[in-house]
T-cell receptor
Framework: DAGITQSPRHKVTETGTPVTLRCHQTENHRYMYWYRQDPGHGLRLIHYSYGVKDTDKGEVSDGYSVSRSKTEDFLLTLESATSSQTSVYFC?????????????FGPGTRLTVL | DQQVKQNSPSLSVQEGRISILNCDYTNSMFDYFLWYKKYPAEGPTFLISISSIKDKNEDGRFTVFLNKSAKHLSLHIVPSQPGDSAVYFCAASARGYSTLTFGKGTMLLVSP
């Protein structure tokens, strides 16, 4: 299994509070991704990173920001959590291979915003 | 606008029989396709992939077929086992892009 950890694994917070989720990899992969999974929506890309300090928006980026100061860490921040951000969040990584793009996923973080 | 569609939310199959999961796509730029399996409370795990230069790729009990003209791919599991019960996601990628587009998933239930 790819070395990907996510922390925390579970979090309950209140509306309006800031929340930061962490993804840590030991594979030295260039690309890192944040997804959310919701019933009826599958996996939707929030933000991704193609290198240290290089990030871009995904399909559902509103209300989220990211940072990547080291190759191994990719942080997802909800500046002011809302109930609509209750979800399961997955981090993924992939190597820089131009011929294909397999991504490997972490175990997920279940976030509940009350 | 959904670019990757899995139109069957669920599928029930008996152990030992074939499971066929379907996926359609609309973006002609997609040239690499993947299937992921997801168990509850775990992250998705990569299962099998296929490049657009092929029409079939096989790995043990799992075979993926690609019909480019119909923009359709399918995952065949033969024989199905109870441990295959999971949500299966179809995903697609375009050359030069580092992101994947996922379908909504199909929940497969294999009964003994």
């Amino acid at each position: 299994d790819a070395g990907i950890t996510q922390s925390p694994r579970h979090k309950v917070t209140e509306t309006g509070t800031p929340v930061t989720l962490r993804c840590h990899q030991t594979e030295n992969h260039r690309y890192m991704y944040w997804y959310r999974q919701d019933p009826g929506h599958g996996l939707r890309l929030i933000h991704y990173s193609y290198g240290v300090k290089d990030t871009d928006k995904g399909e559902v980026s509103d209300g989220y920001s990211v940072s990547r100061s080291k190759t191994e860490d990719f942080l997802l921040t909800l500046e002011s959590a809302t109930s609509s951000q209750t979800s399961v969040y997955f981090c993924a990584i992939s190597e820089d291979r131009r011929s294909y793009n397999e991504q490997f996923f972490g175990p997920g973080t279940r976030l509940t915003v009350l | 606008d959904q670019q990757v569609k899995q139109n069957s939310p669920s599928l029930s199959v008996q152990e030992g029989r074939i499971s066929i999961l379907n996926c359609d796509y609309t973006n002609s730029m997609f040239d690499y396709f993947l299937w992921y399996k997801k168990y509850p409370a775990e992250g998705p795990t990569f299962l099998i992939s296929i490049s657009s230069i092929k029409d079939k790729n096989e790995d043990g009990r799992f075979t993926v077929f690609l019909n480019k003209s119909a923009k359709h791919l399918s995952l065949h599991i033969v024989p199905s086992q109870p441990g295959d019960s999971a949500v299966y996601f179809c995903a697609a990628s375009a050359r030069g892009y580092s992101t994947l587009t996922f379908g909504k998933g199909t929940m497969l239930l294999v009964s003994p």
